[in-house]
């Protein structure tokens, strides 16, 4: 097979590789999950702060070894320390053992994070397809979902009573996906991505670092990316105990999660289609409105008409409406960086990410302890902020973008 033919496959490979590891049937009862292994509610925040503060530490490291040592084997790398994520879950009975997995899951995500995207984007570079870069950033996101259609009804099919077998099957699910994913790993062909000596020597992280800080469009969209997707966690870390507790089945939590990646999947299947490039931007904006604005919904039908199935159509909407944005920033991201720095600059708006994320988990423990609905009013407060300061559409990116 020649260069091209792998080029090419790795398209396809890149997308099961991400369908593979994020396959999670365990997402949909998480919190129902650390209850029955013997933590709190303020527990599930202060593994968040776990996870932020390990992914500092590893986000630019990682991604200065995907520029620099290559893609391929930095995505194994982070293939593998979501193995050991899963197989510390399998074992873990306290908080301990927890945050030890939590650690190994935080190295994952750094290792993957902006890599996977890097390599598909000059896989698409090298085979002069650059223009097709938001359908196949598209169809890369969609990998996320396309699992996540049916597990949450695999889920709540096997997790009937919450018992630890239940658990422990679901789990062992979670880890053959993964070790499936390492093997296509195997598969994977390293793109070009222009880096020479002279880059080198200018330090691809201090460029990629000040890209973010003289380009003040590309900052703002990556605090209007995070802040919001950060909004959208504080309230999904807990989801599930939240609405169990109102009295929602675990199987309308399960197909209205289903529902939610249903949808997701299309949209970002077909971004392409559905929004221009020259659209993208103003796209950003409407999606944090109405985002923010379903937000605010649910907290004033909480005071004045708190049926909880109406609440969580509320919430599964949010939270469809926050997931469609992942494609478009991932399109604006892209056109804004160079290619031999691709995986740092995109590795760095995860960095912070993480930053942010300590303040906001560590207010969200705190907050739980009072009222389990003070979080979703301290998310629905992150995106009043971003649409207020963090607007992405300007008439000079449309105008670039045409170009």
């Known amino acids: 097979m020649n260069r091209k033919k792998r080029l090419e496959k790795n398209f396809s490979r890149i997308f099961w590789i991400r369908a593979l590891v994020n396959v999670k049937v365990i997402n949909v009862m998480m919190s129902l999950f650390y209850i ?58 306290s908080f301990f053992m927890f945050a030890i997995g939590i650690m190994w899951y935080a190295c994952s995500i750094a290792m993957l994070s ?71 790993t195997t598969r994977l062909t390293e793109a070009h991505h222009a880096m020479d000596v002279a880059e080198i020597e200018a330090g691809v992280l201090r460029d990629a670092w000040r890209l973010l800080t003289k380009n003040k469009l590309l900052m703002r969209a ?26 929602v089945s675990l199987c309308i939590l399960g197909i209205g999660w289903s529902i939610n990646h249903i949808i997701i999947f299309a949209i970002h299947r077909y971004i392409g289609r559905i929004v221009p490039v020259r659209h993208v931007s103003l796209t950003i904006d409407i999606l944090n409105i ?16 708190p049926n909880p199935y109406l609440l969580y159509f509320l919430f599964v909407t949010s939270a469809s409406i926050q997931g469609w944005r992942k494609p478009l920033f991932s399109e604006f991201f892209n056109k804004q960086s160079k290619s031999y720095n691709r995986a740092t600059t995109l590795s760095l708006s995860n960095f912070i990410k993480s930053i942010l994320d300590i303040p906001v988990v560590l207010l969200a423990a705190y907050l739980i302890q009072i009222d389990s609905i003070f979080p979703y009013i301290l998310s629905l407060i992150l995106g009043l902020l971003v649409i207020t300061f963090f607007r992405v559409y300007t008439r000079t990116y449309v105008s670039s973008s045409v170009v």
């Open 36 to 93: 029955h292994r013997g933590l709190r509610l303020e527990d599930i925040f202060y593994l968040a702060l776990i996870w932020a503060v390990i992914n500092i530490i590893c986000e630019v490291p990682s991604s200065y070894l995907a520029d620099t040592w290559g893609r391929k084997k930095t995505i194994a790398l982070g293939v593998i320390a979501g193995l050991l994520y899963w197989i510390f879950f399998l074992l873990a009975h």
């Open 222 to 247: 990556i605090l209007s990316n995070v802040i919001i997707f950060i909004a959208f966690l504080v309230t999904w870390h807990y989801y599930q105990t939240f609405f169990v507790d109102m009295g």
């Open 114 to 184: 902006g890599t996977q995207e890097a390599l598909l984007y000059d896989s698409a570079k090298e085979l002069g397809k650059e223009d097709e870069t938001l359908s196949k950033l598209g169809s890369f996101h969609s990998a996320l979902s396309i699992f996540k259609i049916f597990t949450p009804l695999v889920a709540i099919a096997i997790i009937q009573t919450l018992s630890e077998a239940q658990f422990v099957a679901v789990l062992l699910i979670d880890i053959v996906a993964t070790a499936v994913a390492l093997i296509l």
């Open 290 to 305: 109405c985002y923010t604005a379903t937000l605010l919904l649910f907290v004033v039908m909480w005071v004045v008409f």
